[in-house]
């Protein structure tokens, strides 16, 4: 297989081949989805799909490669969206520099990414298991914070009236654009993880996640690899930030909350931890059950449902859905091996 | 092993002496430094920089009450990861679902004492069943058991508001625990040379009472009993706690229980000096996460002055800058990752 890309390759570059036919196809779909979708599938389906995937993927990044399990990805969302809040205009009447999209959004990113390095910074004292309690802490507190503080955070009643931007006459929070919006950065978030995840920063904190004490012998700096994992996953988590407020068009307390913190994990959970790809599929599950499970057992006892989908899961398939798939996909094989009955 | 150890820890313990005497000079000096502030008559400069000193020795008194019910929730949180590496994220629901146990048992059988112990009682029966059943299932793999335990907490805090509904409960405490104390505190002295004395809520200190009475059984029951002392062994070694012929799981079962029973107790209780109401059970996991990472992994003693910390910072915010409060804790909490990431109390792993 590396064989032949190596010898056509050096004749025509086939990056469609390097692709992946499954990436192709779902591309497609993707792209094409907004034909055949109303409005309702496009944003409150599609596009929130897409947001709460990139949080699982910015979780991903960080268990799946680095093995540290964090509850904060909401956490540093919420930093990006206060700070399009803060930064941009809002309807509070409580701070709102009004600063210029271009200028909110990166400033925003930059500072959910200083965020969650900072987060990744103090949980990488210690190993393992803490760092899922640290991060809960984080999160609970920042919740709490958040609150009671009218000064910045304008307290519960958060900020209103966030709207999308409007430009190269488009209103980005129409149903199609936003839809491509999501889609245009998820695929970049995407595409950045696996790439990156084959880089050799990728690798070393993949080896570092197998065994830190070996790759500090080898001389490797394994608290600066792993903070700078954060500081990526920061950057994930901070862009889906900012697309949850352009979406809600509203921030508060309760986006950051506790609840929201563990959908995050378990989107990712369900979904499986071990390929980018995973976070997407769960926070699709997720999101259509939000969605339409609430026809089947109302609307108050869906967290009961929620949780129990994901127990299942965590008991049956430690690897999501994706390694349910995994565990299958060998039987279909032998299956279509197999010469008749 | 231990003969290789041994040499290194003595020149440790050697070398620790004079830093444990200088920190000891530095713990007596604060202890003087608050024992002043809290029986002198203070000044009228002090009075203007901290508002005034019944708000002050309030704070400081609702901070160790606090505290003592902080502590009852963590121990068990902390005993529980100790011995079985286990973070169980449903301790919240546990106290959670003991406040409305105990609401339950008080309102029909009219006894409080009674709905403290269904509370404790109840709460402990849960626990064993969720270790027998679910949690051992998975031993070995804790951040699956973690996952597990965020599961339960989320199908708890779901099952119990729809049992509950969102309201606020009250638990009724009996007559004989109302009333105030009067404490040898002066606050203030009228202008007629009469001193003012601080009254206290008579129910808080017994809760406060309750906290360390239970602290020092918890610490007498590790360190002097024989399932104690299988504990003990556990936190350390548990291969080699299995490996000497005692039934690790049924330790795991009675651990899981007291420290279940423990935070059904503290729901009881705390639901009678505060409220029952969904979303407390956040607020104490909360607590117990950072009481635990302050204090160590573990340690019960951890558990106490971690708890100490907390309550205090969160009173103390409370009452001098309000808005800010929660971020007194989170700067303890990252102090002591930062200077010492195993915790107060906490061994070296």
Not at chain 2, 93 to 114: D, F, H, K, M, P
Not at chain 2, 116 to 138: D, E, K, N, T
Not at chain 2, 155 to 181: K, N
Not at chain 2, 304 to 333: D, N, R, S
Request: glycine share 12%; proline share 3%.
């Amino acid at each position: 297989m590396s064989l032949a890309i190596a010898t056509t390759g050096a004749t025509q570059p086939n990056w469609l081949e390097k692709l992946g036919a499954g990436h192709i196809i779902l591309g497609t779909a993707l792209v094409l989805y907004p034909l055949v979708a109303s409005d309702f599938f496009l944003t409150q389906i599609g596009g929130y799909s897409l947001i709460f995937g990139m949080l699982g993927l910015s979780l991903m990044l960080l268990s799946g490669y680095g093995g540290m399990v964090s509850l904060a990805q909401i956490t540093v969302a919420g930093i990006a969206a206060y700070a399009i809040a803060i930064l941009g205009n809002n309807n509070s009447n409580i701070l709102g520099f009004g600063w210029p999209w271009w200028l909110a959004v990166p400033f925003a990113v930059l500072a959910a990414a200083l965020a969650s390095a900072l987060i990744g910074w103090i949980s990488v004292r210690t190993e393992g298991i803490y760092t899922i309690m640290i991060t809960l802490a984080i999160a609970t507190a920042t919740y709490y914070f958040a609150q009671q503080n009218y000064a910045i955070f304008n307290g519960h009643s958060g900020y209103a009236g966030i709207r999308a931007p409007v430009f190269w006459g488009v209103n980005w929070r129409d149903p199609r654009p936003f839809y491509y919006l999501c889609l245009g950065l998820a695929v970049l978030s995407y595409a950045a993880v696996l790439y990156g995840s084959r880089s050799t920063f990728g690798m070393t904190l993949q080896a570092i996640r197998d065994n830190p004490r070996r790759m500090r012998a080898l001389g490797y700096h394994v608290t600066a690899h792993k903070v700078f994992a954060w500081l990526l996953a920061g950057v994930i988590a901070g862009l889906a930030g900012v697309l949850l407020v352009w979406f809600n068009g509203r921030v508060s307390p309760g986006t950051i909350g506790v609840d929201a913190a563990i959908d995050v994990l378990i989107i990712a959970v369900i979904g499986g931890l071990r390929h980018p790809i995973g976070p997407f599929l769960g926070a699709l599950v997720v999101v259509l059950m939000q969605t339409f499970a609430i026809d089947i057992v109302g609307a108050e006892r869906f967290n009961t449902l929620i949780g129990m989908v994901f127990l299942v899961i965590v008991f049956v398939s430690p690897d999501g859905i994706l390694g349910l798939w995994g565990r299958i996909k060998p039987h279909l094989a032998q299956e279509a091996l197999r010469p008749g009955p | 092993m231990s003969l290789l150890d041994r040499p290194s820890q003595s020149t440790l313990a050697e070398s620790g002496m004079t830093r444990r005497q200088a920190w000891g000079l530095v713990g007596l000096l604060a202890a003087a430094v608050i024992a002043w502030l809290v029986f002198a008559v203070w000044p009228d400069w002090l009075n203007s920089i901290l508002i005034s000193k019944k708000a002050f020795v309030s704070a400081i008194l609702n901070g160790i009450t606090l505290a003592g019910l902080y502590f009852l929730v963590a121990s068990g949180f902390t005993l529980i990861f100790g011995l079985m590496r286990n973070v169980n994220l449903a301790h919240g629901s546990l106290y959670l679902l003991g406040a409305y146990i105990g609401y339950e048992v008080t309102n029909r059988t009219g006894y409080w004492l009674l709905g403290v112990a269904a509370g404790f009682a109840v709460l402990a029966i849960v626990g064993v069943i969720m270790q027998v059943f679910i949690f051992r299932r998975l031993e070995g793999d804790d951040l699956r058991q973690t996952l597990v335990s965020i599961g339960i907490s989320i199908v708890a805090a779901d099952l119990m508001l729809a049992v509950w509904a969102g309201g606020t409960y009250q638990i009724t405490t009996p007559e004989w625990l109302d009333g105030a104390l009067t404490l040898p505190i002066i606050t203030a002295v009228r202008s007629n040379g009469a001193s003012v004395f601080l009254t206290y809520p008579l129910y808080r200190v017994v809760v406060l009472a309750a906290a360390i009475v239970i602290g020092v059984g918890l610490w007498l029951m590790l360190h002097k009993t024989r399932v104690g002392m299988m504990i003990r062994a556990g936190v350390d070694d548990r291969a080699m706690l299995q490996a000497s012929g005692v039934n690790v799981h049924a330790v795991f079962a009675i651990v899981f229980a007291v420290g279940a029973g423990l935070a059904g107790f503290a729901g009881v209780v705390g639901g009678s000096a505060l409220s029952v109401a969904p979303g407390e059970d956040v607020r104490y996991l909360l607590a117990s996460l950072v009481v635990v990472i302050v204090g160590g992994m573990g340690s019960i003693t951890g558990a106490a002055i971690g708890a100490l910390l907390i309550g205090l910072a969160e009173q103390i915010g409370l009452v001098y800058f309000p808005t800010y409060g929660i971020v007194l804790t989170f700067v303890i909490m990252v102090v002591t990752l930062a200077v010492r990431p195993q915790g107060i109390m906490g061994k070296a792993r």
